[in-house]
């Protein structure tokens, strides 16, 4: 069974930087594509940034240059750093990997 635990989240002032991990625990050999997603209070829920196994990565206009997905597979972690945050930014994140999704975690950006 695969559990995918998110954690980073917390309470930035515009313009700010926050990094977020997400380690993937269970019975697997590799990391596959993992994607991380948001969900803004009252918003449909929308992706944000996929790394590929191959560490190809691609991200929404949103974010692009911006934000910047990476894995470590040595930790089973899959990382987004997120710079110039705005409060727009403001959402729960949550990562996935195939059909398995963690709970998510809280970043706030406000002054």
């Known amino acids: 069974q695969v559990r995918l635990v998110e954690s980073g989240g917390d309470l930035v002032q515009p313009g700010g930087s926050l990094r977020l991990s997400c380690t993937v625990f269970?019975?697997?050999?590799?990391?596959?594509?993992v994607a991380w997603y948001r969900q803004a209070p009252g918003k449909q829920r929308e992706w944000v940034a996929t790394?590929?196994?191959?560490?190809?990565?691609i991200y929404a206009d949103s974010v692009k240059g911006r934000f910047t997905i990476s894995r470590d597979n040595a930790k089973n972690t899959v990382y987004l750093q997120m710079n110039s945050l705005k409060p727009e930014d403001t959402a729960v994140y949550s990562c996935?990997?195939?059909?398995?999704w963690g709970l998510g975690t809280l970043v706030t950006v406000s002054s």
């Open positions: 790394v590929i196994y191959s560490d190809r990565s």
């Open positions: 996935r990997m195939k059909s398995n």
């Open positions: 269970g019975s697997i050999s590799s990391i596959d594509a």
